[in-house]
């Protein structure tokens, strides 16, 4: 730790209750679907019914006669001004992208896509409007089922896109014998069936939906000398340079504000079909216009996340040492390969091997074209399919080797003296302690006294049993070096940008290339400016989300604004302090070496002369007395781009009650205990935790988007689509070990995704080992009342499989030492 | 055209709406209260919740002219004034850190006010089925309980 440390830190690590509040709590918010404009027209969209079909005709004409209507555009009216859905990331160098039209005029992909727009005086109006618009479909087979897309070519099986002759977009491999950061999996995975242990599995990663609570709405208006775009975004630096790229407005034309945004998730890490027609409509017709989707829109049409079948294949010794670990994964993109697209699994192919040292692994994904709605980011994006797998396996292995799951974790983890060390994956963790994180989540969760419990239960046959569920994860976070990424062929870098910009009161306003939407950045980051600079947390203001005042920056996600925009911030603040020194000392009458800088002040040294850091910014203003040639202003810019990424860990425990008659799952318990490294503000990180922790929770029991035989969605509002209550949920313990991160100045690490990435294989594996001693070792997500009952009542087979395949395993089993190799994913029937 | 007459944050207001104007639309398009927001278009999110004659109600499941005759309360008065002091309730919100995002917020808030309304000393488990129909994606719920909880206990210390 550096400088921090020298200083008294008053506000970092401090509860300070956030900036932002005021507002937010008394409704004087700036949501994009409050910006109403002079002239201000409104759009609805005309979505296909259909998943898959060609448009055969269009017709707009009664649309277009309808009250205060102004004109109604189809995708044929359009020509390149348009632009393209981009791919930021192809993940191979022969990944197939079909070209993503944001409205195309020749065949339809998906139900939801957009084949038409009104624009209209109001909202009601265009809506009104828009159902009067005439679409003939001719209906084309559409690929529904990722694993018959997955195998569907030209012979047999519906294409999403025909002329692609494949569903299969991408093959992603990673294999640590080839890259030499291991040994071969094939040859560990050949000596364990021989007198080893094999588990062989294979799970879903059902498809989600970010679900964030404020709905996507955007305003466009042309009437500037820049067009100016505001958006419910997380993203408006990255906007901005892909409408450049491909709508022909040069880059220096576009202004984007991301004003309030509420919520994102990875769900508003998009470049999508409703931006850019709006941008196109506007252009088009010269007055600002404004669309707002309704929440089923939403649902329909925000991309989706996971949606995944997982095939893995976990070698040990049989002492329960792992020995190899196989993954291949098909992971449904939906019809287009949307901006980070195939990317989201591949982040995953770092973090399968988690905190534990394997000395082989390999990982295969096969992204596949379906006529489904595009899939992108959501909270943790790769990682919590990663660490559902490998928590899973890891307590099926427990159960081979008859042991406490918590033992073979511990015989498998890195120790904390191991640390800087490097992964099979290649990734190479800089810090953390799974010893101590541990040793506090089990004594918090009492986890003797509630095994004995569960004991107890299972000797009376107590109708409600009990289950205890580990996860001790890692995640990398902190997108991301650069280098790496170029490595992996993503489109863009992966550093932040912060200025420091001082007002000639002393006051500071801060620009952050980050962009909020709920995190409570304004706070965390003024806190870290107040203790750098020594000035008042309240005389810090960050500024952030329009690219007018923002002008560089990634944005906001994969948790990557403390650890790479802090440190960006850090740096300009470091800079601001560096130029401040040679005023300092000239109007101090003293020698730079003379100086020393604490608390906000330069201090001669043996003297009680001094001037704060304000004083020299009113006397820069000034200008009236500086040294001789120089620059008078302080402001400071910095960029900073990370060597690595950043690793933070954590020990989950979940206890959960499950009716045996009824299915029904009681969530007793859930501690945690993360290693965030060091924690700017413990009352934001806390609320960071409950908000992933729920949303992990909620994939491990209620979420699921589920479509139908047509492929219409069917979890298209909230009535269907299962967002847990306050009265679903309980409170949550969570507690912290502290391991710096040594590639950041502060020591932090992110924390954005750590709960959603961690609880759902902790709530899983409760709930199957709540039954395993009935025969259940699996039950798929979303472990529903109805899918534990059946699991219970049915023993390891649980019920059909969706048609589920055999792993890496032939008809014969593969010779793995399971009772029924492959069979673990339980679906209920349907009813 | 329906001409209504209403009180709304203290303030009378009369405007000519569609029939078919919801009360959430009137207060946002008409009046521009849009402290008071839109989640969802199936009366599932609450984040539209405002106070009619004092009771709680998804202003997206009430008509503007069912508010004919009728006083409106929104999060924007809730408090007594503008920057001044803020209801026990926002209060404990902000100490609470009841909120991330804040989309939700405004719903929750009125919600929280109503149940203690009914309420004044609600256990968690009350709390938690009071606050049922109100959607939050961001703080897993953990903090806003925390905080209905925290007004209710500084509310008693008031009266």
Known sequence: ?831 | MARITLTVDGAQVSDDVEPRMLLVQYLREKLGKTGTVVGCDTSNCGACTVHLDGRSVKSCNVLAVQADGHEVTTIEGVAGTVDGELHPVQEAFRECHGLQCGFCTPGMIMQSIDLLNDNPDPTEEEVRLGLEGNLCRCTGYHNIVKSVLHAARSQGVQA
């Open chain 1, 1 to 831: 730790m550096t400088a921090t440390q020298e200083r008294p830190a008053v506000e970092i690590g401090r509860d300070r209750r956030r900036k932002e509040d005021q507002r937010l709590i008394t409704g004087r918010t700036r949501w994009t679907d409050n910006i109403t404009l002079p002239g201000m027209l409104h759009l609805a969209m005309v979505r296909s019914p259909f998943a898959h079909a060609t448009i055969a005709s269009v017709d707009l004409e009664a649309a277009r006669q309808a009250p205060n209507v102004v004109t109604v555009l189809s995708g044929a009216d359009f020509g390149d001004e348009l632009g393209v859905c981009i791919n930021a990331w192809p993940i191979t160098p022969d990944q197939k992208t079909p070209n993503h039209s944001p409205m195309p005029s020749d065949r339809v992909t998906f139900a939801g896509e957009i084949v038409a727009v009104v624009v209209a005086r109001s909202a009601a109006e265009a809506r009104d409007a828009a159902e009067l618009v005439d679409v003939e479909y001719d209906e084309l087979p559409a690929a529904l089922d990722l694993k018959e897309a997955a195998a569907a070519d030209e012979t047999g099986g519906a294409l999403a896109h025909p002329d692609l002759g494949t569903n299969k977009s991408a093959l992603w491999v990673f294999d640590s014998g080839e890259a030499g950061t291991g040994e071969d999996v094939e040859a560990a995975i050949s000596k364990a069936r021989d007198g080893g242990i094999v588990i062989e599995r294979e799970y879903r990663q059902q498809r989600l939906i970010p679900a964030f609570m404020e709905p996507r709405s955007v305003v466009v208006d042309p009437t500037g000398e820049q067009l100016t775009m505001w958006s419910a975004t997380q993203i408006p630096h990255i906007l901005r340079f892909a409408l450049a790229a491909t709508t022909g407005v040069s880059e220096s034309k576009i202004r984007v504000i991301a004003p309030d945004v509420g919520g994102g998730f990875g769900g508003k890490l998009q470049a999508t079909p409703e931006e850019w027609i709006t941008w196109a409509v506007a252009r088009r017709v010269g007055k600002p216009v404004k669309y707002t989707e309704t929440r089923s829109e939403s649902l329909l049409s925000a991309h989706h996340g996971r949606d995944q079948w997982q095939t893995l294949t976990l070698a040990a010794d049989k002492d329960g040492r792992v020995t190899g670990l196989k993954v291949d994964l098909l992971a449904d993109l939906g019809s287009y390969v949307s901006l980070v697209g195939g990317g989201v699994p591949v982040l995953g192919a770092f973090m399968f091997n988690a905190i534990y040292k394997f000395p082989a692994y390999r990982f295969s994904c096969q992204t596949v074209l379906t006529n489904k709605t595009w899939t992108d980011a959501y909270r943790g994006a790769g990682r919590p399919e990663a660490t559902y797998a490998i928590e899973r396996l890891m307590d099926e292995l427990a159960a081979e080797v008859g042991v406490d799951p918590m033992e073979i974790r511990k015989k498998n983890w890195i120790t904390h003296e191991e640390f800087p060390f490097t992964t099979v994956s290649g990734l190479e963790y800089d810090s953390g302690n799974y010893e101590a994180a541990t040793e506090k989540a089990m004594a918090m969760f009492g986890y003797d006294e509630l095994r004995a419990e569960q004991k107890r239960r299972r000797d009376t046959g107590d109708r409600v049993q009990l289950g205890l569920g580990i996860s001790t994860f890692t995640e990398m976070c902190g997108l991301a070096p650069s280098r790496v990424l170029g490595s992996l062929d993503y489109g863009a870098g992966g550093w932040e940008h912060a200025g420091v910009r001082m007002l000639a009161t002393g006051k500071v306003e801060v620009v952050t290339g980050a962009s909020a939407h709920g995190q409570g950045h304004e706070t965390a980051f003024s806190q870290i400016v107040a203790d750098r600079l020594g000035v008042a947390f309240e005389d810090v203001e960050i500024l952030h989300g329009d690219t007018q005042v923002a002008h560089k920056g990634l944005d906001t996600y994969g948790s990557r604004s403390l650890v790479v925009g802090g440190e960006a911030l850090v740096r300009a603040v470091d800079k601001v302090i560096e130029k401040a020194r040679p005023v300092a000392a000239h109007l101090l009458e003293a020698s730079v070496d003379d100086l020393e800088f604490e608390a906000g002040r330069f201090s001669v040294r043996g003297t009680d002369q001094g001037m704060a850091i304000g004083e020299i910014a009113t006397a820069v203003f000034a200008a009236h007395n500086l040294p001789d040639g120089m620059e008078p202003s302080l402001d400071s810019d910095a960029t900073f781009d990370p060597v690595n990424f950043n690793f933070p860990h954590g020990t989950h425990l979940c206890a959960m009650e499950v009716d045996t008659e009824t299915g029904e799952t009681t969530m007793r318990k859930y501690v945690c205990v993360d290693d965030i490294g060091n924690i700017i503000n413990p009352l934001i990180v806390a609320g960071q935790v409950h908000g992933g922790l729920v949303q992990g929770i909620a994939q491990a029991l209620w979420e699921e988007a589920v479509h139908d035989e047509q492929g219409t969605l069917v979890s298209g509002s909230f009535v269907d689509y299962l967002l847990p209550t306050a009265a679903d949920t309980i409170s949550f313990e969570t507690e912290h070990t502290t391991s710096p991160a040594t590639t950041n100045t502060l020591g932090t690490k992110g924390v954005g995704e750590a709960g959603c990435i961690a609880s759902t294989p902790a709530v899983v594996n409760a709930v199957v080992d709540a039954v395993r001693h009935l025969g259940v070792n699996d039950i798929q997500m979303p472990c529903t009342p109805e899918r534990v009952w059946r699991a219970v009542n049915r023993g390891t087979d649980g019920g059909g499989t969706e048609g589920a395949a055999m792993p890496h395993f032939g008809d014969d089993g593969g010779g793995g030492n399971q009772e029924q190799p492959g069979r673990a994913s339980t679906e209920g029937d349907p009813a």
